[in-house]
């Protein structure tokens, strides 16, 4: 079973603009990961926030995570067509101890 | 090559057909998995090993499904009498540490497998 929902399922920008996306999840985490997939390189890791963390950069990446909530965000600031691709968080529990990935939001850049 | 590799990368099964899919991990990882991802869907986990251990094998379907890694490194997971609804793409993924809570795993490409 998934761990949670990914919001919005699909999402088309143009170039150059930002994309947000969003994932809830239900149970208690040790860290949420952000993965991209898309055809040409498979499922890739883009970046890891830790339970005790706020808000993590890399690149043109952001992501948020609130714990209270049980939510986090991907903010891809001026997109490219290249970052055209399906995007999944993925959560530790602290009890599985296992990645459970949520089911995605597909991602839309035209140039 | 220095990622993981998986093979074959796709596979047509007729109903009842046993398969064994493939997966290289990246040198020294002690850490593998198994992932079952269905078209449009996440990928789903399946099974775990710390080097030659299945240490978790909770997410398999079915006694259908069996996942080996004898030596450490290279892993099979096999599906026995295979179903219609086994069609998906399997994902191999590896991990450096033995404390993999904290550690990016590394995909490989999957197999697509495809059952008539």
């Known amino acids: 079973s998934q761990q949670g929902e990914e919001d919005p399922q699909a999402l088309s920008i143009q170039e150059g603009e930002n994309a947000t996306m969003n994932c809830s999840y239900k149970?208690?985490?040790?860290?949420l990961q952000w993965y991209r997939q898309n055809s040409g390189r498979g499922l890739v890791h883009l970046i890891l926030?830790?339970?005790?963390?706020r808000e993590k950069h890399s690149g043109r990446l952001r992501v948020t995570l609130d714990t209270s909530k049980k939510s986090s965000s991907l903010l891809i600031t001026a997109s490219r067509a290249a970052d055209t691709a399906s995007y999944f968080c993925?959560?530790?529990?602290?009890?599985?101890?296992?990645?459970?990935f949520g089911q995605g939001t597909e991602l839309s850049v035209k140039p | 090559g220095a990622g993981v590799s998986q093979s074959p990368r796709y596979k047509v099964a007729k109903r009842g057909q046993d398969v064994a899919l493939r997966c290289d991990p990246i040198?020294?990882?002690?850490?593998l998995f198994w992932y079952q991802q269905a078209l449009g869907q996440g990928p789903e986990f399946l099974t775990y090993f710390q080097n030659e251990a299945q240490l978790d094998k909770s997410g398999l379907p079915s006694d259908r499904f069996f996942a080996e890694r004898p030596e450490g490194s290279v892993s099979t997971l096999k599906i026995q009498r295979t179903q219609q609804e086994d069609s998906a793409v399997y994902l191999c993924?590896?991990?450096?540490?033995?404390?993999?809570?904290?550690?990016?795993?590394?995909f490989g490409p999957g197999t697509r497998l495809t059952v008539l």
């Open positions: 993924a590896s991990s450096s540490h033995r404390d993999y809570l904290y550690n990016e795993q590394f």
């Open positions: 040198s020294g990882h002690v850490s």
């Open positions: 993925a959560t530790w529990d602290n009890q599985g101890g296992k990645l459970i």
């Open positions: 149970t208690s985490i040790n860290n």
């Open positions: 926030i830790r339970s005790n963390e």
